[in-house]
């Protein structure tokens, strides 16, 4: 018996061999995405069976079940709790063990990445994720793994120096350009907030942090900030990437009107500063007519975008010269864009409590009119707010 089994094993060891010998190399990528497409699959089918009770059923299309309308909420509980105890992780690991922020950052944000690539792909927004935060983002991890940490050689301060400059310029503000929002119960609006503060974070400790200058952990004295350092490498590296960009965008994106880009989000969303500032300047060079809207399939409107990005980044850069050399106006800069962050998430609870406030009484007041008036109203009244007060104080309802 054992013998039959070594032998089986022995030749389905062969199998597998010669199977593996057969596959040519430029099948390994489509083998490596039908693995994560099954995955992705499989994780949903789950999480289907999790909360409809059915693998093939959609939880948008079961939005009028009360069970379903309860699992919502109390996932949206969840992950609020988890947001905000991630934000207290991220505020203890900066006051208290600078050291542990980079290792955080590289097992928190592949996490977050991969959820929004999936979540993105089924809506066709995965091109948002070659925007140029992504890259800096990258750029700003694998310098600080790369890089000896208590002394930098010239290459590493300068690519140091390109981070920051630009994790504190143009990503941070970002923030407040794009309007992003703390809303602790959204993981993609959490992930679009780290997104653009991780960065900032982690060149700050190694810029400013003593700690972890005595450990070793960051260089302790840097060369000034030269005006090469400043503007000239980081748009060097701004435009290498806008290269590629453009090559992606007109290779692969304009060929899909299905798609959605960082431009075309932004000329539907008409109520965003930036659309505003966009379109208005669209319409003084002539690229538009006066009232006329921003159409983002027009070649000409692709290249006043990509302008607009140009001196968007230069405009950003020109302050960060005090940002380096004043450790001071950097701290008062992050809590500054961190707070504006906190108020739009703050803005977006209190705009849907007030709408499932504002209902409540609207269904109070039409319960009242078709009650007819009896000595006993006062009584109906007080169970009817006993009844509803539980509904006025649960969590957030996924479908707001």
């Known amino acids: 018996m054992t013998k039959i089994m070594a032998d089986s094993m022995s030749q389905n060891g062969l199998t597998w061999v010669g199977q593996l010998q057969t596959v040519h190399a430029s099948e390994i990528p489509q083998m490596i995405k039908d693995v994560q497409v099954r995955l992705h699959k499989s994780i949903l089918r789950q999480w289907r069976q999790t909360i409809t009770g059915d693998p093939d059923k959609r939880i948008r299309d079961s939005m ?25 992780l991220v505020e203890y690991i900066v006051l208290s063990k600078p050291e542990y922020l980079a290792p955080f950052a590289y097992c928190l944000m592949p996490t977050l990445f991969i959820h929004r690539f999936y979540s993105y792909r089924q809506i066709k927004e995965q091109f948002f994720m070659i925007d140029f935060c992504y890259f800096l983002n990258l750029s700003t991890y694998l310098q600080t793994m790369l890089c000896p940490n208590d002394k930098y050689s010239e290459e590493c301060e300068v690519w140091f120096k390109s981070n920051f400059v630009l994790a504190m310029g143009p990503i941070s503000f970002a923030i407040v350009a794009w309007q992003n929002s703390l809303v602790f119960h959204s993981i993609d609006k959490v992930t679009s907030f780290a997104l653009h503060m991780m960065p900032p974070l982690l060149c700050y400790l190694t810029r400013w942090n003593t700690s972890l200058q005595d450990a070793g952990l960051a260089a302790k004295h840097m060369n000034p900030l030269t005006f090469q350092e400043q503007f000239v490498y980081p748009m060097t590296f701004y435009l290498a990437w806008q290269l590629l960009y453009s090559y992606i965008q007109f290779t692969i994106i304009e060929k899909d009107k299905t798609l959605i880009t960082s431009l075309r989000h932004l000329a539907k969303d008409h109520k965003n500063p930036s659309t505003k500032m966009g379109t208005k300047l669209a319409a003084r060079l002539g690229f538009i007519e006066d009232g006329e809207t921003l159409d983002p399939y027009k070649p000409s409107i692709i290249v006043m975008f990509t302008l607009f990005q140009f001196f968007y980044m230069i405009v950003c850069l020109i302050g960060t010269r005090l940002l380096f050399n004043y450790e001071f106006i950097n701290a008062i800069s992050l809590i500054l864009i961190t707070a504006m962050a906190v108020w739009n998430g703050g803005s977006y609870y209190i705009q849907i409590f007030s709408r499932r406030y504002n209902a409540k009484f609207l269904a109070e007041k039409a319960h009242n009119n078709a009650t007819p008036p009896s000595s006993n109203s006062t009584d109906t009244e007080e169970k009817q707010v006993e009844k509803e007060t539980p509904a006025s104080s649960s969590s957030t309802d996924k479908s707001e």
């Open 64 to 88: 009028d079940d009360k069970e379903v309308q309860t699992m919502v909420k109390q996932v949206d509980a969840f992950r609020f709790a988890m947001g905000v105890f991630l934000t207290m």
